[in-house]
Structure formats: C-alpha cells, structure tokens
C-alpha cells in the first residue's frame, strides 16, 4: 500500500498523492523515496519575512528600554519635551501595533490610510502636548491631516468600487464635519486656525454632496448623463 509520510496514513488502490494532504505518497514497491524529503514547501520569503519581523521587534524593544533608562536611570531630560522617553516609546508601540495589524491582512488602502492617519493624529497630539505646541496642532496640523485623508479617501472611493470604500470615505467625512464644527464652535473662526477649519468644513460639506451625487456610480458616466454630452 502506498503511504503518506506527512500525514501517517496507508492509501489504498492507484493513488499517487495523498487525498488529504496532496503530497506525493512513497510507493513501497517503486522503491521511490524521493517524497521523504519535502512534504510541504517551505516558503523561504515568508521565513524570511518573518526572521525579519522578529529582528525589527526586538530592535524595537531594546530602544523603548535604552530610552527609558536614559531619562529615568541616567536622568536625562530635557525641558523642551520634559516626557520625550515616553513619546518616543509611545511611538515605537504604535508603529509595532499597526505592522502587526497589518502584517496578517489583505493589501486594503482606504482603511489602511484612514487607520494610520487617525493614528498618526493620536500620536503626534501627544508628541505636540509634550513639546507645548498643543494650540499649533489643533489649528493646523489636525484639520490638514484630516483634509489629506478626506481627499485621498474621495479619490479613492471614486476610482476604485468596492471594498468598503464608502463607508470608510463617509466616515471621514463625518470627522471632519464633527471636527471642524467642535473647533469653531470653542475657540471661534478667527485666525489661520479658524480659517483651516473652516476649510475643512467646507471640504467635508462638498465630498458629502459629491457622494451623495455619484454614490455607487462611474464618475465619468455620471458627467456625460447629467452634462448630456
Ligand atoms: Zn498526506
């Protein structure tokens, strides 16, 4: 009887590969052993994927603890970000998290770019709040962020169909929205600041409109059917 050595079993009649696993079966009276060697291929890009993912982790590591152990044991500070070991670390935990977020799942871009902006926004608030530059970041750097990503999210939404891209776009829009009006509302339109929010409003309220319009369609068939071309 012919047999599979990966899963241990005797195979019956004139098979050549095994039913469950498909590996080739040894047959005892061809004297073939060849199959003794590979049962499964070993896939040496995703071995070498994952050595180094490992490395830049422990890589990773190490730096979080030097970092700490400057400011906390060394007493390294300084006082223009009195909690840089902290950011800095909050940094690299943030930046494992999203690799490994990613690492498992399907190439996706819209809600990549959506999941690492909102991360880079939490991130880089915090980075600001340590540097004493909370205002700044509230009046520019978070309504641009949110702009890039609302522009980047249309775009796709209206180049590529599928894959969630409305909901992930809608969603969006919606935080800009809800952030723009949370701002102006609290600090008023004055200033640059103001002036970025309201941007961003405006934005918002025209992509809305925009999906709104062409919601589930073709960007050109919908020009030429509303233009008649
Ligand atoms: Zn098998």
């Known amino acids: 009887m012919n047999e599979c050595l990966n899963c241990h079993v005797k195979v019956g009649g004139r ?21 003794i060697e590979a049962h499964w291929p070993v896939n040496q890009r995703r071995r070498r994927a994952t050595f180094l993912y490992k490395l830049q982790l422990f890589l990773a590591l190490v730096a979080i603890i030097v970092m700490l152990g400057l400011e906390f044991l060394f007493e390294i500070r300084t006082t223009a970000a009195p909690n840089w ?12 998290i ?36 909370l205002s700044v970041f509230l009046g520019v750097v978070f309504p641009a962020i949110l702009m890039a990503v609302l522009m980047a999210n249309t775009a796709f939404e209206f180049l590529h169909h599928g ?24 600090y008023g339109r004055g200033g640059v600041y103001g002036m970025m929010w ?22 050109r068939a919908e020009l030429e059917r509303r233009m008649d071309f």
């Not at 590969?17 to 052993?33: F, H, T, Y």
């Not at 309201?198 to 960007?219: E, M, N, T, W």
């Open 163 to 186: 894959d969630n891209n409305m909901a992930w776009n809608l969603l969006t829009v919606l935080s800009c929205i809800g952030g723009s009006i949370a701002y102006l509302l609290h």
């Open 15 to 35: 098979q050549t590969v095994c039913p469950i696993c498909q590996n080739k079966l040894r047959i005892p009276e061809n004297g073939n052993d060849h199959c």
């Open 85 to 96: 070991s902290l950011v800095l670390s909050a940094w690299v935990i943030c930046i494992e």
């Open 198 to 219: 309201s941007l961003c409003l405006i934005l918002a309220a025209i992509v809305l409109v925009a999906v709104i319009v062409f919601r589930g369609r073709r960007v």
């Open 98 to 133: 999203l690799l490994r977020y990613f690492m498992n799942r399907r190439f996706v871009l819209v809600p990549m770019i959506t999941i690492c902006c909102l991360a880079a926004i939490a991130m880089l608030a915090m980075t600001a709040h340590d540097l004493g530059q």
